[in-house]
């Protein structure tokens, strides 16, 4: 029999989309002249006009915070802080729906994803951090850590609120104020997010978002007013970065790409390894810094998992993110895809075998179906480009010295999954791989307690967790 | 996923000749990560079935209902109305279809093969010293025969857990051959009780034990213990019995039973099947709920769907 599911949409009357949105300085929306669309992925419809803010712009929200930063937010006690940040906190629970819809809207994610993974985090991420706002003297860096001052925040689009929520929380717990610009493609839930900053009566100028692209994040990272920089993205903006702020004095961390290996080995538990796998690689579609982008799988039980992976793999349900049951959504953009499809593209001509189960895509809108390749080796295209898309490269290995040879054999280093019964060789092995997160028998775990951040091309400075506030504490 | 690959058919039914080999292949089968089985579970658990899923859903799940009355205190006035009410359970609506089977004690089985006869639901009866299993194994066999000449075509028996935790296999194993024998004809049903397994290991471990056996169903529990079936254990039955299937052409069926209650939670388990084995097992033939208090809620929610209209639990039987 067959048991199909009738379409469960998530209603999207709980968000009220403005047709157009400013730039949010000092406490207050004002309007800019450059406007853009933001379009849904999924449908290519247009959500709304967004401003691209010029050097004027940015130079005015680096002023108000810089003001913020002196008159007020910089001297108030680390209690009061903390006040504002569980507020934010709370309201960020209070309007998680709404604020759900309008990420999968703009950012393509099935709507399963934003309630279950990315806004339980946003305001677990803000819940944590109030938290340390009045202990920063038992964080471990002195009697009395002081903050740097203005932190200039550019993020990406894969996970556009939590990647705030990671930048302004730890940023404003240790007393910094913030200009922060969203990724082009998706500045929507920042926008809302500024919203709830008037909501909870955060002073002026101690939050500003200016939307916009490259440029505006060049304008922003180099302006001589920010005492900080903090970038997740790719690594080639994060290398133009780098050479930017050299010798200018600014505080920087970078979290950049991923290639990540999940090391299946012959004893592990197939079955949930099979689903750490499809979590590592199709969780949002592939957009994941840290996705588990190389499968390196121990030799004498590849068929048996490749198998059970396809298995796997034809049950998913691409289409539309607002259904419930969406478990894949639409790819962020339409440059994203053509990447997607150039690497694809790329393995095939390279010898590598492609696969996807069948899948009906939708005709409007950018999709790609889950695809894995096997047959790769290390020198293939799809084995060292960071693919940022649903698109698994499958290896195979014989003994665990080979397995992490493979595994560090590139230049990133952010993430990195082992499985196996064993302790001990979960310990052997993640002792030798060189990778800032490394999971057993799990995948694509986050938890604002836990520092995240990467080894050599993934970038440097610590995320999350007493880790996470050094980057914004003068220390 | 299997140790074996289609090629040892043959193989697997030497097993039981031996405890060692029982052992080793039973140990050699893929590990279960507790972490990972639970958090799986709840994924398909968030499943949003709705409109005409749901309708079909429901009525999958009423088709699928082993109607059950285990209690000393059941009478053959109280195992009659039951199975009246299996054969019709919602007596203002034909369109509704009637459950998979009732599910008594031996001694009521007369009473309710009287009412059944002559229709397609089918008349389990709980055997082998249920739910304990605590007896010799000449009365538990002697009570399988009795229950199957009363007239029960299909048989729940329990397994020895002491024997199985302490890793006699071989006796676990001959226990159900024998049990299976016993029945004759009749469908048999063997109960891991994993409320008392612990582990998912050995809920895997005791699955793959119930079907090299030759059990036509393995099912989760007697009811009669402060832990039934739960989604994961389930899940893991599930992937025993996709597996055993791979591995030997043979389908067996699953059946969780105990402390399902509502339709929400029926509908997260045909879910399950659907995820995990396909359609291949959606079918009372394949899947059954041992429930009592399921069948009202489903009930409702039917009645619910088709007329908009929720009603109280006064409109509906007790039993």
Redesign the interface.
Known sequence: ????????PESRAIVDIRSSYGLFIDGRFVDGENLDKTVNPATEEVLAEVTWAGAQDVDRAVRAARKAYDKVWGPMPGRDRAKYLYRIARLIQERSRELAVLESLDNGKPI?ESR?VDLPLVAAHFFYYAGWADKLPYAGFGADPRPLGVAAQVIPWNFPLLMLAWKVAPALAAGNTVVLKPAETTPLTALLFAEICQQADLPAGVVNIVTGAGDTGRALVEHPGVDKVAFTGSTEVGKAIARSVAGTGKKVTLELGGKAANIVYD???????V??IVNGIFFNQGHVCCAGSRLLVQENVAE??LD?LKRRMA?LRVGDPLD??TDVGAINSAAQLARIRELSDAGAAEGAQRWSPPCELPERGFWFAPTIFTGVTQAHRVAREEIFGPVLSVLTFRTPAEAVEKANNTPYGLSAGIWT?KGSRILWTADRLRAGVVWA??FNKFDPTSPFGGYKESGYGREGGRHGLEGYLNV | ?TATTTSARSDLSELGRSETALRTFLHGL????Q???E??AAQLG?????????A??ID?AIRMVDLTTLEGADTPGKVRALAAKALRPDPADPTCPHVGAVCVYPAMVPHVAEVLRGSAVHLASVATAFPSGQAPLDVKLADTRAAVAAGADEIDMVINRGAFLAGRYAEVYDEIVATKEACGDAHLKVILETGELATYDNVRRASWLGMLAGGDFIKTSTGKVPVAATLPVTLVML?AVRDFRAATGRQVGVKPAGGIKNTKDAIKY??MV??TVG?DW??PDWFRFGASSLLNDLLMQRTKLTTGIYSGPDYFTLD
């Not at chain 1, 004893?267 to 390894?273: G, L, N, T």
């Not at chain 2, 893929?30 to 990560?33: I, L, R, S």
Request: charge should be negative; aromatic fraction near 4%.
């Open positions: 029999m067959m048991f199909e599911y009738a379409p469960a399963r279950d004893d592990a538990p197939v079955d949930q390894a689903e750490g048996q998992v059970a049950l419930k049951n019964d028998n799990t | 996923m893929p590990g279960v990560d972490v990972g089985a958090q799986r968030t499943r949003s079935i709705k409109t005409t899923a749901k079909q859903a999958l992937e045909l879910v659907n995820e359609g959606l079918s």
